[in-house]
């Protein structure tokens, strides 16, 4: 089947540091792979995706490269904020081609500290 | 800019009840979907829509039923509210075609809790 499995939270930064979060999916076809943000009382916002091996996503200072030897499409930032505190999705596609829905993990938790 | 938005941010209501949850969007997107949102499970599919008057059963659509009469709304109904329905509810859109790289554009989500 699909799915996406994430490192589990919450993980607490202080600002400046760098930032992992690890996300590896299982698919049936080729699928095209997301990252989505949830910040304090609000609904989910697309931050980057990517949608075929070797390409980059990156939008706000986050990056995530599609490996697909590895299935996996980790998050990373060189210098977190106070801002970017918020849960964190990775989701998949599994079938680009046809209207099929998104795949969630369960999200990680992220608290930047001044 | 996209806008999705749901009726109601906080709604309570009562073991038993009939519940509607609204979800509007003025994008003309063909797409539509529900969501549940509980702590430790992410995201659950309950129901989507990919036309007007057409329904599709998400991952856990037990207690729950849809209507799409037109294309901008989307209703999720609790035909009898039970306490484990205690949940984050998220409304989203896409358009149609374009395959996988459509982004789905979420609304702020409505927190129902039922005593």
């Known amino acids: 089947g699909n799915s996406v499995t994430q490192m589990e939270g919450p993980v607490t930064l202080s600002e400046e540091a760098f930032l992992t979060i690890n996300c590896t999916y299982t698919a049936t076809g080729y699928p095209s792979l997301f990252w989505y943000v949830q910040y304090p009382g609000e609904g989910l916002q697309l931050l980057l995706k990517a949608t075929k091996a070797d390409d980059k996503g990156s939008n706000k200072g986050f990056e995530a490269t599609y490996r697909k030897e590895t299935t996996s499409f980790h998050l990373e930032k060189g210098s977190v904020q106070v801002s970017d505190s918020a849960v964190y999705f990775c989701a998949l596609i599994p079938n680009p081609s046809g209207n099929t829905p998104l795949v969630f993990g369960k999200g990680t938790r992220l608290s930047v500290i001044a | 800019d996209v806008k999705v938005t749901q009726s109601s941010r906080y709604l309570v209501k009562r073991t038993g009840e009939k519940v509607f949850l609204e979800c509007v969007q003025d994008m003309d997107h063909e797409n539509m979907f529900w969501y549940r949102q509980d702590p430790g499970l992410g995201l659950r599919l309950i129901y989507f829509s990919y036309d007007v008057k057409m329904k599709e059963k998400g991952d856990i659509p037990e207690g729950y039923s849809v209507s799409r009469e037109k294309k901008e709304r989307f209703s999720l109904i609790l035909e009898s509210a039970s306490t484990n329905q205690t949940s984050m509810y998220l409304c989203?859109?896409?358009?149609?075609?374009?395959?996988?790289?459509?982004?789905?554009?979420f609304g702020p989500g409505t927190r129902l809790t039922v005593l």
């Open positions: 989203a859109s896409s358009p149609a075609g374009g395959g996988g790289t459509d982004t789905q554009y």
